[in-house]
Nanobody, 118 residues
């Protein structure tokens, strides 16, 4: 059974930091690029960052460049999102995604809420 379980969300003050984790099971984690998305109320789900299977390359949306860092530990089947200098506009449900292609399925986690507020 495929599972992606996010954790680490919560309430943080502006300027604070959080580290999200996404623990994977039931598929070949190390062969997948992994990404993070977020969705705020009334908005479409937004791409945040992606990391290749061997951590050789990362890409970020402009709004989080320099503040967020995606990383992974293939031995632990886990992908991380370190979020620093958080802003109220970062408030959203954050999802991890195993990026499939025509040969393998795409998988989503259930999401974790991040709220940035004073």
């Amino acid at each position: 059974q495929v599972q992606l379980v996010e954790s680490g969300g919560g309430l943080v003050q502006p300027g604070g930091s959080l580290r999200l984790s996404c623990s994977a099971s039931g598929f070949s984690f190390s062969s997948y690029s992994m990404s993070w998305y977020r969705q705020s109320p009334g908005k479409e789900r937004e791409f945040i960052a992606i990391i290749t299977s061997n951590s050789g390359s990362t890409t970020y949306v402009d709004s989080v460049k320099g503040r967020f860092t995606i990383s992974r530990d293939n031995a632990q089947n886990t992908v991380y999102l370190q979020m620093n200098s958080l802003k109220p506009e970062d408030t959203a449900v954050y999802y991890c995604k195993a990026v499939g292609n025509r040969f393998k399925a795409t998988y989503w986690g259930q999401g974790t809420q991040v709220t940035v507020s004073s």
